[in-house]
T-cell receptor, first 113, second 111 residues
Framework: SQQGEEDPQALSIQEGENATMNCSYK?????LQWYRQNSGRGLVHLIL?????REKHSGRLRVTLDTSKKSSSLLITASRAADTASYFC?????????????FGTGTRLQVTL | KAGVTQTPRYLIKTRGQQVTLSCSPI?????VSWYQQTPGQGLQFLFE???????NKGNFPGRFSGRQFSNSRSEMNVSTLELGDSALYLC??????????FGSGTRLTVV
């Protein structure tokens, strides 16, 4: 079952605008990761934020994590047409030596020229 | 270094048949995880293997099984295929504290 809910489900913006996606989850986590998927292909890892971190940056990406609210947001600044894709948050919870990613429902981002 | 390689890319099978999918992780990675992606259920965890041992298993029926070989390559098998098994099957290596690298997936269609 999926742990996370993402909103919005779909987002359409123009090139140069910022895109913000939100993710909520239900249980304790070790870290939270964001992935991008183009047209039903494989997932590409974008950024990881640990449970003891509140904010992280990577290029045009900014991720925040609020463990008290069990939520995260991904901001993509100055969007480009090439950013058009589905974006998924995924929480990682480790139990002993076992670990697994639990994915959110995803946000479909459309960036138009 | 080479990424995660999944074969085949596409597969069409008939209900009742069985199928085996293959995944070769990034060289040196000993962990392999499998995920199923469908429009209705989204991305769901199937299994995790590490050094030939299954460390974790998702909530799937026993028709879904997997294994990992000594060279870290992994296979997953689905027996007695059902229409609902049609999905994109994704394999990933690496993980925990530095993110996973996913393969391009195997798209299975059951007719």
């Amino acid at each position: 079952s999926q742990q996370g809910e993402e909103d919005p489900q779909a987002l359409s913006i123009q090139e140069g605008e910022n895109a913000t996606m939100n993710c909520s989850y239900k249980t304790s986590i070790n870290n939270l990761q964001w992935y991008r998927q183009n047209s039903g292909r494989g997932l590409v890892h974008l950024i990881l934020i640990r449970s003891n971190e509140r904010e992280k940056h990577s290029g045009r990406l900014r991720v925040t994590l609020d463990t008290s609210k069990k939520s995260s947001s991904l901001l993509i600044t100055a969007s480009r047409a090439a950013d058009t894709a589905s974006y998924f948050c995924a929480t990682l919870a480790k139990a002993g030596t076992a670990s697994k990613l639990t994915f959110g429902t995803g946000t479909r981002l459309q960036v138009t020229l | 270094k080479a990424g995660v390689t999944q074969t085949p890319r596409y597969l069409i099978k008939t209900r009742g048949q069985q199928v085996t999918l293959s995944c070769s992780p990034i060289s040196g990675h000993r962990s392999v995880s499998w995920y199923q992606q469908t429009p209705g259920q989204g991305l769901q965890f199937l299994f995790e293997y590490f050094s030939e041992t299954q460390r974790n298993k998702g909530n799937f029926p026993g028709r879904f099984s997997g294994r990992q070989f000594s060279n870290s390559r992994s296979e997953m098998n689905v027996s007695t295929l059902e229409l609902g098994d049609s999905a994109l099957y994704l394999c990933a290596s690496g993980g925990f504290d530095y993110g996973y690298t996913f393969g391009s997936g195997t798209r299975l269609t059951v007719v």
